[in-house]
């Protein structure tokens, strides 16, 4: 069987027979993501200027962009070197973009390289399986895949029991991209093995900065929130994001905790609301000089263990809403003189990061 890595688009060189568009980027306070299929946690390949023109082959749907400079959509952009771009931030003529035809799907040399996989195939008897980003039918929703599309396993976790045409189980299947499939839909042989941290999705790091810190969400600001006259208890910013886009560490360290902080009567890998207390899943970093950082909110547990090494830019974790929060975002602190962490030595984030060369404000 073939090997094949799905995503809602997945980079392949342009085939159709259409002359190329040309439009032009619209991202003053930020260069523009250029990724390899069309959402925000498929991997960064490169970035593009404010005012940079490119050639448009046709387009794609995929992940809903609220925040662009140009539009709102879930329109994405594939240039003619197959890579993508939200056309949230693009301008361009006013005639419409072609809809991309099939494109055969192509495993990254760097995702096969890096893991053990599995291979399988969508068996569903007929009907699309759902990738989602977390093993529950209520996580959003990333792709539709035809029955019969062939499958690379990297690793199953534990989650939502679902009976399907090949088994009843509760272990969904992550693929290379960080998405999530059923078991129960998937023909396959060999068991993929237990997802840990060997076995995490291969997502392009943050570059960091010259000081050695990055910003933990890469193309998301944070708002201004610490220590509010209507909040004088939130000791950290906010970096709205989507569920499933992931986190990086901001500098190297050493994980210290990887704890679900939620008031008793509720899960951490549930979406939390306003009325419900705590920081949900989170990780926390010691760094050099004193410093902490935290990262609340997370989607599901953290890919990292308590003692692990990190690098500046790695991925922790995924974007999430748990715990006391009413939609998708990073809640991210930094302490000094630490440890421990807490009130007495919060900092402000986003002056802090300016000064290391990482602004995210």
Same mark, same amino acid.
């Given at each position: ?39 925000? #946690? ?93 093993? +529950? ?34 272990? #969904? ?93 509720? +899960? ?53 809403? +748990?715990?006391?929060? +009413? ?35």
């Amino acid at each position: 069987m073939s090997v094949a890595v799905v995503v809602l688009a997945t980079l392949t060189p342009a085939v159709d027979a259409h002359a190329a568009e040309s439009a032009t980027v619209v991202s003053p306070k930020r260069p523009l993501n250029v990724r390899a299929g069309s959402a925000v #946690w498929t991997a960064q390949l490169r970035t593009l200027p404010h005012g940079a023109s490119v050639a448009i082959d046709c387009q794609v749907k995929g992940q809903l962009i609220s925040e662009g400079s140009v539009r709102v959509t879930d329109r994405w952009d594939r240039l003619t070197d197959g890579s993508y771009v939200s056309d949230a931030w693009i301008r361009r003529p006013g005639t419409p973009v072609p809809a991309c035809g099939p494109a055969a799907p192509v495993a990254p040399a760097a995702v096969a390289a890096a893991v053990t996989t599995t291979t399988g195939s969508v068996a569903t008897g007929g009907t699309p399986l759902k990738a989602r980003t977390a093993p +529950s039918h209520g996580a959003p929703l990333v792709a539709a895949l035809p029955n019969g599309t062939a499958l690379t396993l990297v690793c199953q976790e534990r989650g939502e029991s679902i009976a399907g045409s090949q088994r009843v189980t509760s272990m #969904w299947d992550r693929l290379p991209e960080g998405t999530y499939v059923s078991d129960a839909y998937v023909r396959r042989g060999a068991t993929p093995p237990p997802c840990a941290a060997a076995n995490q999705p291969v997502a392009a790091p943050a570059a960091p900065a010259a000081g050695g810190w990055t910003s933990p969400l890469p193309g998301f600001r944070a708002r201004p929130g610490f220590r509010t006259s209507n909040n004088p208890n939130h000791i950290g910013v906010d970096l709205m994001s989507f569920t499933g886009t992931p986190i990086h560490a901001a500098s190297a360290g050493t994980v210290v905790e990887v704890v679900c902080n939620i008031e008793a009567g509720h +899960s951490c890998d549930q979406t939390g609301s306003p009325s419900v207390g705590g920081c949900g899943w989170y990780v926390k970093l010691q760094h050099e000089g004193g410093i902490s950082t935290l990262y609340c909110h997370m989607v599901r547990r953290a890919v990292v263990q308590p003692g692990q090494k990190v690098k500046a830019g790695q991925v922790i974790g995924y974007v999430g809403s +748990s715990g006391n929060s +009413s939609a998708p975002h990073l809640h991210y602190e930094v302490h000094i003189n630490a440890p421990p962490t807490g009130p007495q030595n919060a900092i402000d984030p986003i002056p802090f990061m300016r000064t290391h060369g990482a602004p995210i404000g």
